[in-house]
């Protein structure tokens, strides 16, 4: 079936197999490989993108159900080579070790303060539940939001 | 800034920002399954749903003519492929049982998961669709999942070596023969205690993936691996698929975390070799996380007995310690070598007199092989002494920090009586190189007010008081750095501990340094960066690390064991040394002076005595590279590689102290506050310390109070996904205080320690005397992990007789 999805602000359309998870279209169809799987139960968050602003894990909506939408991945937040507020509180505050949870946890992070601009800790780290770290212990995750909460 | 402008300051200590986030955080980083590998085919494996079972038949013919598929093979079809079977580089004892294991199992599954069947398919989706088409008749025979009841032999799981045991390794170090039993026998107070390491399921948030990419024709391989340790990944495939090694590349492209677990030689990466070679293409496979759970090594699974033997002032007298190991169905890379790790630290960071006796029996079982887990062997040695110690506190009835402190070695037993610095040689004969543990313990518990806490512990803990408060707290010390060639061959390990760093000097002056280390998150490329900056005396972005590639790295023994700042930061600095030794030669020839008369201070060489004749480093590079003028016998090029081989493990230490608060009512437990201070030396960027203290901590917490890997006494695994397998999210877990002392190391020249497995080693123990000190007024004197609500909960009845 062909399934039509603005990506980054480009549209694109793909035929693809009904079956198609949103997280293998962006990752196989549209080739943007910043977003990572790492569970089969929706359970670790590392697949989060933005859906139409909202933030979804995309390993539990299929690329048929977004036909028509507009898709944000972590390839899409850097504008002019500027990296994004929440990227670079990420940066400055040590908020990642191996990566693989990043794309995911700052693409939720993001949504975390369109929903609450000044979120206490421990707003951050309810907010943060379904997305999983083994690297960092959250504490420089949390630090990193809160910093870009300031911002 | 450039090369030549005088550096005012040291680049080691800060806290620069790591130059491999941006890559990270936009996306651009790729991980193996990242990789776009043209013509690739799939492999998909097929795995036992029995623990144990005689596989009688399997018929592929349905799942071969599925669409998209390839081939299917089974063990058997495969077992020509194989010139070994896969590697155990640990035969800790000569007389150690090892049964031969293939990449997919050929007459018998002995773990659920264990691979019986491989697909190939034009996709993934097809691979793994397929496997459910293929039929395998399986004879169930009984499971083996007690590690005491699989020690009498009654099921035996491999017929070739008669017998479930592996092993017994033993370290038995008395002054004169029955010092031990001596020393319990005349002792004022013994505990006998037993504590159960559950298995834990190391979870890295990627799962492993493979792809190898074959020149049919030239014959060599390029495997692309997420793995920690690509270099002796390329010496096993060589051995293992019988290619010659030099014709073996692997790359280690991103590695989302490892913690161990990818620290191993894996059946999917030789499947995918042999698979490739066969086909003549490029054969991939990725992890499901379901797969993960029960194909990926687990980590930790003991059963630990320690007696302590101590005077009437609480001084230890002896120790004693039986494990029993479990290896799980096969011995994968270091498996039987875990419990080793371990042996020398029952006594932690005590001053014990040569009174000890330790003996470790591994057994085979019907799950998952088990191998190095964060710490391996260190935490549950750590978890082991720090818990008897403080039921020897409560049993003595005085306070455990007080305990503890009658038992530390001491700062000055580190230096000899002329003060010079000699470290302190433990019972068994390592030299502990420095260490200061009264004064990270003062630390520790000044930081979380330690008698403030004990004031408001007895006015909370009244009887029938709902929420009970309790701290509790860890003195550790690690043995890491791995390791002394020297040291490994004594332990019966089958490569030294070396590591090699290259360093040249660009003609244009920026610095390529090339590591045998493998980072997959420890951020090595900044520290490296940082080491030679400061050996150079050049700009930190002036210098390039290069890494996880053979054929670019072509010497290396990766990173596990928190080894890379230790033993690979060393080769680095040592690589340097060589580079600027050889640039003095050029630069004296250049200024007509000899060379012991120039000085080289922040990358200028200068004449002693006479600073304004001066050239700097950038110059002498350009020079070596011209070749122009270069004095008789150095060779063009400002070039060293070396090879660094550690005097001595290097030895971490510190104290850490937790406070929580228990739900006696719902047995949940709430940690208040966590502080850890340790002391890793002399430290590079204190950033990534930190935020390798913090990971530590939760993962070793995490131990504590959420993760098990649960099997049913079918041996089916019950926890196969983060669903079920509770690895903490955010919400979980504390804020963690840490902080710092600095007690360099006087075994290398920059002083430093490891610190990537520190935080794990101190927590696990430090959460549950917490725990069970805040329950001990109930009468509760043990907590098996995890101190779950539904553990801590039957616990406390269990103490009430039941009535609660």
Not at chain 1, 125 to 137: A, D, F, P, S, V
Not at chain 2, 300 to 316: P, T
């Amino acid at each position: 079936m062909k399934v039509s999805i603005t990506v980054n602000g480009t549209k694109q359309s793909h035929e693809v197999e009904p079956r198609t998870l949103l997280v293998h279209y962006i990752r196989e169809h549209a080739k943007l490989t910043g977003t990572n799987i790492g569970c089969d139960t929706s359970s670790c968050g590392a697949c989060t993108v933005h859906l139409d602003g909202e933030a979804v894990k995309s390993c539990t909506i299929l690329a048929a159900q977004v036909d028509g939408g507009s898709v944000t991945t972590i390839e899409g937040l850097a504008v002019n080579g500027e990296m994004h507020p929440m990227q670079k509180a990420f940066m400055e505050n040590h908020g990642l070790q191996c990566g693989y949870c990043t794309p995911g946890m700052v693409m939720a992070a993001i949504d975390l303060l369109q929903e609450n601009p000044s979120p206490t800790e421990d707003e951050v780290r309810l907010g943060l539940e379904g997305n999983l770290c083994r690297c960092t212990g959250y504490h420089n995750i949390v630090k990193s939001v809160l910093a870009a909460a300031t911002k | 800034m450039s090369i030549t402008e005088e550096r005012k300051t040291s680049v080691l200590g800060t806290r620069m920002l790591r130059r491999e986030d941006p890559a990270l955080l936009t996306g651009e980083a790729k991980y193996t399954n990242d990789l776009a590998i043209p013509g690739a085919l799939h492999l998909a494996v097929l795995r036992s749903p029995y623990a144990h079972a005689k596989i009688r038949s399997i018929d592929t013919s349905d799942a071969a003519s599925m669409p998209g598929v390839v081939a299917v093979y089974t063990g058997k079809d495969l077992l020509s492929s194989w010139a070994a079977p896969m590697p155990c580089a640990w035969p800790v004892t000569p007389d150690m049982k090892n049964p031969a294991h293939y990449p997919l199992a050929v007459d018998k599954a002995c773990y659920v998961g264990d691979g019986v069947a491989a697909v190939l398919a034009t996709s993934d989706a097809a691979a793994r669709d397929a496997l459910d088409a293929i039929d395998v008749v399986y004879e169930p025979l009984a499971a083996v999942t007690d590690l005491e009841a699989a020690l009498r032999d009654e099921t035996i799981i491999h017929e070739s070596i008669g017998t479930n045991k592996s092993y017994t390794w033993n370290l038995k170090v008395e002054a004169k023969e029955g010092a031990v039993d001596e020393a319990f026998k005349n002792a004022a107070y013994t505990v006998h205690e037993r504590y159960v390491q559950q298995r834990l399921i190391p979870m890295a948030m990627e799962p492993r993936a493979v792809a190898v990419v074959p020149q049919p024709f030239g014959g060599d391989i390029t495997i692309y691996s997420a793995t920690q340790i690509p270099h002796i990944l390329k010496v096993m495939t060589a051995i293992t698929a019988g290619i010659p090694e030099h014709q073996v590349r692997v790359v280690a492209p991103a590695v989302g975390g490892g913690f161990g677990s990818k620290l191993n030689v894996y059946a999917e990466e030789l499947l995918c070799v042999a698979l490739s070679r066969k086909h003549g293409a490029p054969v991939r496979w990725v992890e499901e996380r379901t797969e993960n759970t029960q194909a990926t090594i687990h980590g930790r699974g003991q059963i630990q007995h320690i007696e302590l033997a101590a005077d009437k002032d609480g001084r230890l007298t002896a120790v004693r310690v039986r494990l029993i190991g479990d290896m799980g169905a096969y011995l994968q890379l270091v498996t039987p070598g875990v419990p080793l790790l371990g042996a020398f630290l029952y006594a932690g960071v005590y001053d014990l007199p040569q009174a000890y006796d330790f003996s470790c029996t591994s057994v085979f079982t019907t799950m998952t092989p088990t191998d190095a887990y964060r710490g391996a062997g260190r935490p549950e040695a750590t978890y082991a002494i720090e818990v008897a110690m403080d039921a020897l506190a409560r049993k003595m009835k005085i306070d455990p920090f007080e305990l503890r402190q009658r038992n530390y070695i001491k700062r000055e037993q580190f230096f000899d009586a002329k003060g010079n610095q000699t470290g302190y040689t433990a019972f068994h004969g390592l030299n502990y190189d420095s260490a200061n543990h009264l004064a990270a313990a003062q630390k520790a518990t000044e930081i979380a007010d330690y008698a403030g806490v004990r004031k408001k512990q007895a006015q909370q803990n009244v009887p029938g008081a709902r929420k009970r408060l309790g701290i509790g707290m860890t003195s550790y010390f690690e043995m890491c750095g791995l390791a002394p060639s020297r040291v490994l061959a004594s332990l019966n390990y089958g490569a030294g501990g070396w590591e090699s760093a290259t360093v040249r000097v660009l003609p244009t002056s920026k610095v390529q340094v090339v590591t045998g280390t493998s980072p997959h998150g420890q951020g090595h490329e900044t520290s490296w960066a940082m080491i030679a900056a400061e050996k150079l005396g050049v700009a930190p972005e002036d210098v390039d690390v290069l890494h996880s590639d053979t054929a670019i790295a072509p010497l290396g023994l990766d990173t596990y064991g928190s080894r890379s700042l230790a033993v690979g930061g060393l080769a680095i600095a040592g690589a340097c040394d060589k580079v600027i030794d050889k640039a003095r030669l050029i630069a004296a020839h250049q200024m007509e002076c000899a060379a012991e008369d120039l000085q080289f201070d922040k990358g200028v060489f200068s004449v002693k005595g006479s600073p304004e004749k001066a050239v700097p480093i950038a110059a002498i590079a350009f020079a070596a590279f011209t070749a122009h003028n270069l004095p008789d016998g150095v060779e063009p090029n400002l070039e060293a590689q070396y090879t660094h081989d550690p005097k001595n493990f290097s030895w971490p230490f510190g104290t850490h102290v937790c406070v929580v608060e228990v739900d006696t009512e719902t047995g949940k437990v709430d940690v208040l506050k966590y502080v850890a201070v340790d002391d890793c030396g002399n430290q590079v960027n204190p950033l990534i310390v930190e935020g390798q203290v913090h990971g530590g901590v939760v993962q070793g917490l995490a131990q504590a109070l959420y993760e098990e890997a649960v099997y049913d006494s079918d041996g089916n695994l019950k926890t196969t996904n983060l669903a079920e397998y509770l690895v903490p999210a955010a919400c979980d877990v504390p804020p963690i205080t840490t902080d710092f002392t600095v007690t360099p190391s006087p075994t290398n020249e920059l002083g430093v320690k490891g610190i990537g497995e520190a935080g794990t080693i101190g927590a696990a123990s430090t959460v549950m005397n917490a725990v069970i000190d805040a329950l001990a007024g109930l009468g509760v004197t043990h907590l098996d992990m995890p101190a779950s609500p539904n553990n801590v909960w039957k616990a406390i009845n269990a103490a009430q007789g039941g009535k609660q």
